[in-house]
């Protein structure tokens, strides 16, 4: 487990290197919605592999954008296409790719 460190470094996210280049490993995000209590576990991957509805999001996704240099318990607040979601990460593993 990987709770200690931020979840990416800041200066990866202009090339995506951390997450696109390394074809085994992911990051993998527990998140709970504040507002409803939901707790949903996201894959971080490239653009071109990400799927929402399979869990899996791109980095490059306002909500990937967002886990940028966070850790286990901060909190982030993402714009989506039905409103303004606050988030808070309780969990970050790195893992095999889906």
Do not use: W
């Not at 709770?3 to 290197?17: F, K, T, V, W």
């Not at 390394?22 to 507002?35: K, Y």
């Not at 991957?45 to 990400?50: I, V, W």
């Amino acid at each position: 487990m990987v709770e200690d460190r931020p979840l990416i470094d800041s200066g990866c996210i202009a090339c995506g290197h951390c997450v696109e280049h390394c074809p085994e490993e992911a990051i993998e995000v527990t998140v709970v919605d504040l507002d409803t209590d939901e707790e949903v576990t996201y894959q971080l991957l490239g653009q071109e592999e990400s799927d929402v509805k399979n869990g899996t999001i791109s980095i490059f996704s306002p909500l990937g954008k967002a886990m940028i240099g966070k850790s286990v318990g901060d909190e982030i607040n993402v714009k989506t296409p039905s409103g303004e979601r606050q988030l808070e990460i309780v969990e970050i593993q790195q893992g095999s790719r889906a």
